[in-house]
């Protein structure tokens, strides 16, 4: 695709033609005080060498030879080369949108691949080409909710991703959305009784993750049930994907938001990672953004083409079923590679480990004195301990050591200041673990 | 395919079929030729109201996604149940078997505002013009 920008005799002609005399005039609206009249404050350019030698001092700055303990929604998993090697093939690199089925055959058919992938691991009936993340997934997928049902409150526990809620939140400000959020149990579950005392016949969808926040398993049948019982959607967000290998698929779901970097991203600052909505064959009109599906072509053979794609906003515009206007096909694809490679063994294996080596941690941690578990709910590859003391106090002794301690739970929930989240997985070496319990009992010997 | 003498005719290329304070309202064959292959339709249900040039349900193409804009105001007596598992009947059909729904009206007056059949036709003409233009 060219881009030829305008010459400034092509400009002049604008102007003139729509009556303007200068580019200026046309930021008018925009008040003087808020107008930028000098250059950006940017560096000046580097030559190619400087640039080289820049990264990799950043470079240096990443926490090699660290282990990490944190998870709380991005988790460190196994990966294979092969990944990488076709997600750097220029095809998939550099292509654009495959709004053009004939030119875009591969792309179209890694997206369809993703899709099957993802209503198998979800037990749903139908997904999409992917979103953002995990967070923007779950806000869509009560949008979606809020468009099935025609109802404006929503009812979100507490044990959701505070930034998943943090999102919701964003967008529910200025659209009429009211959002509600439900406690927890002792168990570390979503309240199932305060759900039930707050659903009525105006609530949209109900809200919960599982693997919850604090890494607890939730019972979903009941909570679906009751959501059903007045016309509610149940919204399950899943932020593991890897406990997918080990945990029954949130079939009852109406609508699954998951996040999908556990399978083949690795864990980096900002992303970029790839969200999921998968839902039931009779809500796709309402889904957001777009699906790949398979067709016929003109000779009867086997072929692939973005559909749904009348709802999106290039089409439909201000009526568009979402403001989504793109999906994450490079990070999806990566997603499917990873999962093709692994395969539904090889899935169930990895979790398996995860989970062997969590209980493995937890045993490890539960000895040292003043540490105790606090929930007493079935986890996959996540828990949470109270301390004796603050879990900031802890991790900054850990960080000498070059341990990368628990989340302190006391941002997000200030109830929970001695409350820490720990994350185990297949790539935690069980020395590892034994280290890291060992520093946190000496840690704790030490007086304050 | 012409267009019925007793039906009337908005802009935007619905058409109304009004008979004892009950209005059966579709879209009209230049709008199914304009959209294409019609494959899905979204329409209100019973008891809703109508209001004059408020949307009240869409046409989906493989195009594109359309507005159906009430030609007049009413409440809603039925909609089309054949056309959720037949909507390409839109495209064979459209000002017979593909009605979208049936409303009592609540203006007779307005009905007066629509089109004829024949300025609908020069009007349709006179858009054929346009786009060869």
Known sequence: MRYLPKSPAERQEMLTAIGAKSIEELFETIPEKYRLHDALKLPGPLSEAEVIDYFKQRAGENSLGYTSFLGAGVYQHLRSVITDTILLRGEFLTSYTPYQAEIS?????????????????????????????????????????????????????????????????????????????????????????????ALRDDVAAVVVQSPNFFGVLETLPGIADAAHGVGALLVVAIAEGVSLGAVKPPAEADI?????????????????????????????????????????????????????????????????????????????????????????????????????????????????????????????????????RSVRMINAELLKEQIAGPLALGTAFPELTKHGLVCVTETTPRTEIERFAAAVKNILSNPL | ???????????????????????????????????????????????????????????????????????????????????????????????????????KLSNLAELEKLMDSGAYETYVAAKGKEASA
């Open chain 1, 256 to 388: 699954v938001a998951m996040e999908a970097q556990s399978f083949g991203l690795p864990p980096s600052y900002g992303g970029p990672y790839a969200g999921v909505i998968a839902s039931r064959d009779k809500f796709v009109r309402q889904m957001p953004g777009r699906l790949a599906g398979e067709t016929t072509d003109t000779e009867g053979k086997r072929g692939f083409v973005l559909t749904l794609a009348t709802r999106e906003q290039h089409i439909r515009r201000e009526k568009a079923t979402s403001n989504i206007c793109t999906n994450q096909a490079l990070c999806a694809l990566a997603a499917t590679v990873h999962l093709t490679l692994l395969g539904k063994e090889g899935l169930r294996e990895m979790a398996e480990q995860n989970v062997s080596k969590a209980q493995f941690a937890i045993g490890e941690l539960e000895k040292i004195p003043g540490v105790k578990r606090a929930f007493d709910g079935p986890f996959f590859n996540e828990f949470t301990l109270e301390f004796p």
């Open chain 2, 1 to 103: 395919m012409a267009y019925p003498a007793n039906y009337r005719y908005t802009k935007e290329h619905e058409w109304v079929n009004a008979k004892d304070g009950v209005a059966t309202i579709g879209i009209t064959d230049y709008a199914q030729s304009e959209l294409g292959d019609v494959v899905f339709v979204e329409l209100p249900e019973a008891g809703k109201k109508l209001e004059t040039g408020k949307s009240f349900g869409t046409v989906e193409s493989v195009k594109a996604v359309s507005e159906i804009y009430a030609p007049v105001s009413g409440e809603v007596l039925e909609a089309n149940p054949a056309l959720h598992d037949k909507p390409e009947t839109i495209n064979s059909d459209p000002h017979g078997a593909a009605w979208m729904v049936k409303i």
């Open chain 1, 105 to 197: 055959q591969g792309t179209l058919q890694a997206i369809f691949e993703f899709q099957t992938l993802m209503c198998q691991l979800t037990g749903q009936e139908v997904a999409n080409a992917s979103m953002y993340d995990g967070s923007t997934a779950t806000t869509e997928a009560v949008l979606m909710a809020e468009r099935l049902a025609g109802r404006g409150r929503v009812l979100v526990a507490r044990s959701v991703h505070p930034e998943y809620r943090e999102v919701l939140r964003t967008y529910a400000k200025n659209s009429g959305l009211h959002v509600e959020e439900i406690g927890y149990t002792k168990s570390g579950t979503v309240d199932a009784a305060s759900i039930k005392s």
